[in-house]
């Protein structure tokens, strides 16, 4: 039996998970919570990367001795150093607005096109590569030496040695799929200086020994080893999908929902483009293949504005509601700043002429159907771009405890849900880092292990398809 420290960082709060791994045995406790709170800033949104840094270190502590730690988080986002590799400011967060307007600036250089066949990332105005863009002129930029993605940064400030993890690199729109390298004429045709990076590093990979001032904050005793995971947190919950049979689709649930495809290869057609599929890179070389949704954050979002009432009533209540009364897209960018959710969801409603939920059950089940119709359509459309059929999707992430939108999500998509586990990214952490100490074998022995040791709750469809169809068409117009 042998212990990790999974370091999982979302977008609402962080957490230290402590991973038990022994023959056929898989066990995770959690050791440390702390939120993670964006500040705005006179020159924007920021993320509170020193406050994350301190949970981070009381988590280790409170985790007590481990034989590796992993560090996985959000993507896109990214800290820069100066020559000393002091940080130079903090980093900007990916809902700030410096990135308005800027795609169009990029695409007259490389076309939208020209971008998705080289990278086959989707359009999101928070890509690395525009955010860069945007920051071109920055004093910050110009004083850089180093660019690091936020779990990256924390590793060196962990350990002292700086590398850059390929799925979370994949999200830049700065790696080209095909070669699993960086994309050398992208790069050099927008002025991006690609010497910014640290090498890259592929998940299982050593990324150094905790620092001596580390191990004495911490109490732990050396050597400690940092091991590379799928830091891009949705690549760790796609490695902990407990599938049995390769005909699966995932949906990863929290702030966001991200439905697709595990592939061998990029799916980068002009259709592909077009329906917003990204292709990210996921252990072993894997294609993640898949959308982005708005997810839960538009839940937790009304409920902020809401005062926070109890959750649990809230969504039974939901269920009471008409189904399918109202529905949004819920993929729109409308939606993507925080603020006014409420509000914002009923004036879409009113422009689509459907009509207007006044209650926060009315809203909330407007929200369940929206994301479970968003569902929908991202396996559907997943499916016939990658000429790949499934035969039964799997949820993880925190949208598993939920059982309105897992039950809403099976009617919705008219196949089995497999609902669990609950903290899959960072099981998929921890899993990556026994297997980089050769306690598990490949990715169908660690989904295996995941389904053998871990609760999952399944979901048969209900209902009338026609239904769903019918919501879908009023959002479509067809």
């Known amino acids: 039996m042998r212990t990790y420290a999974a370091v999982d960082l979302g977008a609402s709060s962080g957490r230290v998970m402590v991973g038990r791994v022994g023959p056929g045995s898989l066990d995770l406790t959690e ?21 994350l840094y301190a949970g981070v270190l009381d988590g280790l502590r409170t985790a007590g001795q481990v034989d590796s730690v992993g560090i996985d988080s959000w993507a896109v986002d990214y800290g820069l150093l100066d020559a000393d590799g002091a940080l130079l400011g903090n980093p900007v967060h990916y809902r700030d607005a410096r990135t308005e307007g800027v795609a169009e600036k990029v695409w007259a250089t490389v076309p939208a096109a020209e971008l998705y066949a080289a990278t086959g990332l989707q359009y999101a105005p928070f890509n690395t590569l525009y955010q860069l863009t945007a920051a071109r002129s920055s004093a910050q930029l110009a004083y850089a030496e180093r660019l690091l993605l936020v779990p990256d940064l924390l590793t060196y400030w962990l350990t002292g040695e700086a590398g850059t993890e390929l799925t979370n690199a994949s999200t830049t729109q700065l790696i080209d ?59 760790s919950a796609v490695a902990a999908v407990p599938a049995v049979r390769e005909r699966f689709a995932y949906i990863c649930t929290g702030t966001w929902s991200l439905a697709g495809l595990e592939l061998d290869a990029p799916v980068l057609t002009e259709a592909s483009r077009l329906a917003n599929f990204t292709n990210e890179l ?15 954050w538009l ?39 925080p603020g006014r959710m409420p509000q914002r969801i009923a ?12 209650s926060p059950a009315g809203i909330t089940r407007c929200i369940l159907d929206s994301l479970a119709l968003a569902h929908r359509k991202a396996v559907a459309e997943a499916q016939s771009l990658a000429d790949h059929p499934v035969d039964v999707v799997h949820i993880v992430g ?30 998929g952490n921890v899993l ?8 598990v074998g490949d990715r169908a022995a660690m989904r295996e292990l995941v389904a053998r040791t871990q609760p999952l709750r399944r979901y048969e469809p209900r209902g009338d398809p026609a239904r769903w169809h019918a919501a879908e068409a009023r959002l479509t117009g067809r």
Not at 287 to 293: A, D, E, S, T
Not at 302 to 331: F, I, K
């Open 177 to 235: 799929l095909r070669t699993r390298d960086w994309s050398y004429d992208v790069a050099q045709r927008l002025g991006i200086d690609l010497g910014l990076f640290a090498p890259l590093r592929r998940p299982g990979d050593p990324a150094g020994l905790l620092r001596p001032e580390v191990l004495a904050e911490t109490g732990l005793t050396g050597p400690v080893p940092v091991t590379t995971v799928g830091s891009h947190d949705t690549a």
């Open 31 to 51: 050791a440390h919570r702390f939120p993670n709170r964006p500040v705005r800033m006179p020159e924007g949104l920021r993320w509170d990367i020193l406050a």
């Open 432 to 439: 990556v880092q026994a297997r980089a100490g050769g306690l």
């Open 299 to 337: 839940l937790q979002e009304c409920v902020r504005e809401w005062g926070n009432p109890d959750l649990p009533q809230l969504l039974s209540a939901a269920a009471e509601q008409p189904p399918l009364r109202s529905v949004v897209d819920a993929g729109d960018a409308a939606f993507l700043a």
């Open 282 to 296: 996921g252990l072993d070389d894997t294609v993640r293949y898949l959308r982005n949704i708005m997810g839960l």
């Open 347 to 358: 004036d879409a409603c009113r422009a689509l002429g459907q009509p207007v939920p006044d």
């Open 398 to 427: 925190g949208g598993t405890r939920n059982a309105l939108l897992c039950q809403l999500t099976a009617d919705a998509c008219g196949l089995p849900v497999v609902a669990g586990p609950a903290e899959a990214a960072a099981l």
